[in-house]
């Protein structure tokens, strides 16, 4: 089972350790990163492996919202952007 | 592997376009529950809607966390009360009252199924149902009721159209003080579906299984932005087909949680509605979308085309994504709900026989109007029935949900709050429909062949 997170918002130092962090803290291994920054903007969309995974995955929403400030982050689980962009 | 723009496209849908899933509807069948002791029958009711539905409300918001997509309303539908009322008389707003109670238990926002199926006539229950609406729409919170008054196969009932403008005329009198909200929740349905999840006209056919979980998507916005990425030159294939791409990812993603819905509460997965169901927020509009293809505004000449276009297409692409579509599946037009259909009314570019017309290609029908509070129930009456004979000879589903404003004229403005929005009061044509009206008794089944 994966989840995608992904972080949108004004560039810092420290976002994707902040991240990944949190990320390891539950258990959730880090399978792929994609990120950018555009003028001072960062993107990133990171895929999780959460089988393994300690907590809810709102509960993991939550603790990257506490831990990575003045982001908005989403936490989704893969089946719906199968769903709805394959046949 | 999932592709960077994939995810970014869905985000975007729900973030910016308010794409969501608009209701978990689940039915319910009340037949086991009738009794000819209504006290007894009450009972059963309450225990059987909250023993399927206490974690209705629980489930949808874990599905809601898990996708990060916003599931709006998780509603209950019912068998229609008048079936129940058939078994044991006496007072039918004991039966509103306790449909109330368990919706408010449950925690869900509606509660449908206040309802009689009087197509071809009333049998035992359907005009004593039919004559409580007023109060029991006025006295409860929760309680959504319909009547289905026509059908292509059995004709118009139309003792039922006339006592249904009557009806309509007293729930708004007798919430008068509260924007005249109760008529805001009854709907005049013809070829009504058993399976609609959409309030205020869903009930549980009884045709339907014991138990079952509808769901309604939804997504103006994200078809208003789709067409808002294309170039203008774009010919009308080019049109439909992005309408009918972007309906098949809406429906896909119904059909994802209707099927975690499903198998969370153990209940089976009926069908997937795919309506595009406007809210008054900016963005969430059909109205936009047909000015998107190329109107100046909605009510203007060739509305009725762009929407019947606009309605094939989102069927098209809905039908690829679920096998099992059913209920209303189309473009919604509600007056007051839609922000593009607002200010067209208030602008005087869409008139109610502009919006009759464009009845005629999508669903539903004359659907959160509101008419002058002094307008004659005959002319209720007769919008009734001339929505019931377009759904009728189209073999389609067409319905009348207006809202005559107590004390309010032309011009003036409810407000209802929420998702029910709200609109300007519409001119109405005052010549009088009453000798037809007066005379009751039934329109014949149409013909079924010759079809010119």
């Known amino acids: 089972m994966k989840a995608v997170i992904t972080v949108i918002g004004k560039d810092m130092v420290g ?21 950018s920054v555009l003028q001072e903007y960062f993107a990133m969309v990171m895929l999780i492996d959460i089988s393994a995974l300690t907590c809810s995955l709102e509960q993991l929403k939550t603790d990257l919202d506490k831990n990575v400030k003045d982001m908005t982050i989403h936490v989704m689980h893969e089946d719906i952007f199968n769903s709805m962009h394959r046949i | 592997m999932l592709n960077m723009n994939d995810i970014l496209e869905t985000i975007t849908m729900i973030q910016e376009e308010n794409l969501d899933i608009r209701t978990i509807t689940m039915g319910i069948s009340l037949l086991d529950c009738a009794d000819s002791d209504a006290e007894k029958a009450c009972e059963k009711i ?103 008054v026509g059908s292509t196969r059995s004709g118009i009932n139309m003792d039922a159209v006339k006592l249904m403008g009557k009806v309509i005329k007293e729930t708004s009198l007798l919430t008068k003080d509260r924007q005249c909200i109760g008529a805001a929740k009854l709907v005049v349905f013809c070829n009504a579906p058993e399976d609609n ?32 990425k294309m170039d203008d030159n774009e010919d009308l294939n080019a049109v439909s087909d992005a309408i009918k791409k972007t309906a098949f990812k809406i429906t896909r993603m119904g059909q994802l949680v209707g099927a975690e819905a499903s198998a969370a509460l153990g209940v089976p997965f009926g069908i997937i ?14 109205a936009h979308i047909l ?50 259909m607002i200010s067209a009314a208030e602008s005087g570019a869409l008139c109610l026989e ?34 019931a004979a377009i759904g009728m000879i189209n073999s389609k589903t067409t319905a009348v949900r207006v809202i005559p404003a107590i004390g309010s004229n032309e011009g003036d403005e ?29 329109i014949p089944a149409p013909m079924q062949s010759l079809k010119n």
């Open chain 1, 15 to 35: 976002i994707l350790a902040k991240v990944s962090g949190t990320c390891a803290e539950k258990n959730a291994n880090v399978l792929e990163v994609n990120q």
């Open chain 2, 46 to 148: 309450y225990k059987k809607i909250y023993s399927k539905a206490k974690d209705l409300v629980k489930t949808g918001d874990a599905i809601e966390k898990k996708y990060g997509i916003p599931i709006v309303n998780k509603r209950i539908s019912v068998t229609p009360v008048s079936m129940l009322l058939a078994a044991s008389g006496g007072d039918p707003l004991r039966y509103a009252k306790i449909l109330d109670r368990a919706a408010k238990d449950v925690g869900v926002n509606f509660i449908g199924g206040y309802s009689a199926l009087v197509h071809k006539g009333f049998s035992a229950g359907d005009l004593e149902l039919i004559r409580s609406i007023p109060r029991a729409l006025s006295e409860t919170e929760f309680v959504c009721s319909c009547v289905n």
């Open chain 2, 197 to 228: 999840p959409f309030m205020a006209g869903a009930f549980h056919g009884p045709g339907e299984p014991d138990c079952i979980i509808n769901i309604g998507v939804s997504g103006p916005g994200v078809v208003r932005a789709a067409l808002a």
């Open chain 2, 273 to 286: 509605d795919l309506s595009l169901a406007p809210t008054p927020a900016v963005g969430d509009s059909v």
């Open chain 2, 291 to 340: 000015e998107e293809i190329g109107l100046e505004k909605c009510g203007c000449w060739g509305t009725t085309a762009a929407l019947a276009m606009l309605n094939d297409a989102v069927k098209k692409g809905g039908v690829m994504a679920s096998g099992n579509v059913g209920g209303l599946s189309g473009a919604f037009i509600p007056v007051t709900e839609d922000a593009g």
């Open chain 2, 354 to 387: 502009k919006l009759e017309a464009m009845t005629a290609v999508c669903s539903v029908g004359l659907d959160m109007v509101i008419i002058p509070g002094d307008t004659p129930e005959e002319v209720i009456s007769a919008m009734i029935a001339d929505e």
């Open chain 2, 414 to 442: 409810l407000d209802f709050g929420g998702l029910l929005g709200k609109g300007p009061v519409m001119k109405v044509n005052r010549y009088s429909p009453s000798k037809m009206i007066n005379r009751g008794g039934r």
